[in-house]
C-alpha cells in the first residue's frame, strides 16, 4: 500500500534524469511490483533458457530534438540498447521497436529515423524481429518517441558491478558531455553544434575488442555512461560494492568546447549524458594493456585512465581536484538536463 509522503507526491521532470530522483522512481517501481520483479537494478538482465544465457533489455527514448546535426533519436535508440547489452559481456542479436507518432509528423521526418535504425542496427550487427506503432493525436506526444527490448547471448561469463575490487582502475573510453553540449546547442540555438558533435554510437564492436585481448579476463564490470553522466555511474557503483570511485579531475576527457559551454551553462561535465562512452574497471596490472586495446579502435582512441575503486565509506565518490584537494562527488538529485536520451 503506498504510504502517506508518496500518496502526497506527484512525477516531476527530474525523475527522468538518471540522478538520485530517477534511482528512488526505480526502486519504488521494484517495491510496487513486489514478486514479480526479480531484476538486480542493472541495465540489462541475465535469464536462463534451455541450458542458454540470455540477457535482456528494454529502453525507451524521448530525444528533444529527435533529429540533430549527427544523428537522431533512432541511432541512439539502437546504440543505447545494443550497448546496455554488451556492457554486460553479452553478444547483442535481436532488437523490437516500438513507435508513438504525433499526428502530423512529417513523414520524411520519420523516414529519416527508420533510416538512422536500419545504419545503426547493419553497424552493430542485430536485426529487428518484431515492432509495433501507434498514433496519438497532436500534443500528446512530442513528434517521435520510440521504445525498443533487446536480446543477446553469451559467449564469456557475464560482467557484474559485484565483480569489482579495491585497487580496480577506472577508465573511460572517450570525451564525457559531448552528447549533452550538442543536443542543448541544437534545442536552444547556442551555435556549439558545429564544434561538438554527440558521440551517439555501437560500442559493442569495442567491447568484444577488449574481451578477445589477452587483457579481457581482467575487466571486471563496464557501465555506458548516460543519463546522470559519469557521476551517477561512480554513485551506482559506490552502492553497489562498498567501495569508494577516486576519480582525478585533471584526467577526464574533457574537451575545450565542452568544457566552454559547460561553464557558460553552468553545468557540471560529470554529470552530462552520453551515448558512445564507456567506464570501465580493470584488474590495475592489466589497466595499461586495455588502455592500448581500446584506443586502437574508432570509438576509443581517446580512452584514458581516470581513477581508482579504493576500500572507503560505502556509497561515497571522491575526485582529486587540480589544486590537490580532495572532495565528495555529491549525487545529483535531478539534472540540469532532461530528455537528452
Request: aromatic letters at 4%.
Amino acid at each position: 500500500m503506498l504510504n502517506t509522503t508518496i500518496a502526497d507526491q506527484e512525477i516531476v521532470l527530474d525523475h527522468g534524469t538518471g540522478a538520485r530522483l530517477s534511482r528512488e522512481l526505480v526502486e519504488l517501481t521494484a517495491e510496487l511490483l513486489g514478486d514479480v520483479y526479480v531484476g538486480e537494478m542493472e541495465d540489462s538482465a541475465i535469464v536462463r533458457t534451455a541450458g542458454e544465457q540470455l540477457a535482456i533489455t528494454t529502453d525507451s527514448f524521448v530525444v528533444d530534438p529527435p533529429l540533430f546535426g549527427n544523428g537522431d533519436i533512432g541511432k541512439v535508440a539502437v546504440c543505447g540498447t545494443v550497448n546496455d547489452l554488451a556492457v554486460l559481456g553479452a553478444e547483442p542479436r535481436y532488437l523490437t521497436l516500438g513507435v508513438i507518432l504525433e499526428t502530423g509528423l512529417p513523414l520524411s521526418r520519420y523516414a529519416t529515423v527508420l533510416r538512422s535504425v536500419g545504419e545503426a542496427a547493419r553497424e552493430a550487427g542485430v536485426v529487428i524481429v518484431a515492432g509495433d506503432t501507434k498514433v496519438v493525436r497532436p500534443g500528446e506526444a512530442d513528434q517521435i518517441y520510440l521504445n525498443t527490448a533487446g536480446i543477446g547471448v553469451f559467449r564469456r561469463p557475464p560482467l557484474r558491478m559485484a565483480h569489482v575490487r579495491a585497487g580496480d582502475s577506472i577508465l573511460l573510453t572517450g570525451p564525457i558531455g559531448n552528447h549533452t553540449v550538442h543536443l542543448l546547442s541544437v534545442r536552444e540555438g547556442l551555435g556549439f553544434e558545429r564544434d561538438v558533435l554527440s558521440d551517439c554510437a555501437p560500442l559493442n564492436g569495442l567491447i568484444a575488442d577488449v574481451s578477445r585481448s589477452p587483457f579481457g579476463q581482467a575487466v571486471h564490470s563496464i557501465r555506458d555512461v548516460t543519463r546522470g553522466g559519469l557521476t551517477a555511474v561512480m554513485h551506482e557503483y559506490a552502492r553497489a560494492t562498498g567501495l569508494t570511485p577516486h576519480l582525478v579531475e585533471e584526467a577526464l576527457p574533457i574537451e575545450r568546447a565542452v568544457r566552454m559551454a559547460c561553464d557558460m551553462l553552468g553545468i557540471n561535465p560529470m554529470n552530462a549524458a552520453n551515448e558512445g562512452c564507456l567506464c570501465l574497471f580493470v584488474q590495475q596490472a592489466a589497466a595499461d594493456g586495455v588502455l592500448e586495446v581500446l584506443r586502437g579502435h574508432p570509438y576509443g582512441r581517446q580512452a584514458v585512465i581516470v581513477g581508482t575503486m579504493v576500500e572507503g565509506e560505502g556509497g561515497e565518490v571522491r575526485v582529486t581536484r587540480p589544486d590537490g584537494r580532495v572532495d565528495l562527488l555529491d549525487e545529483l538529485q535531478g539534472a540540469e538536463l532532461p530528455r537528452l536520451c
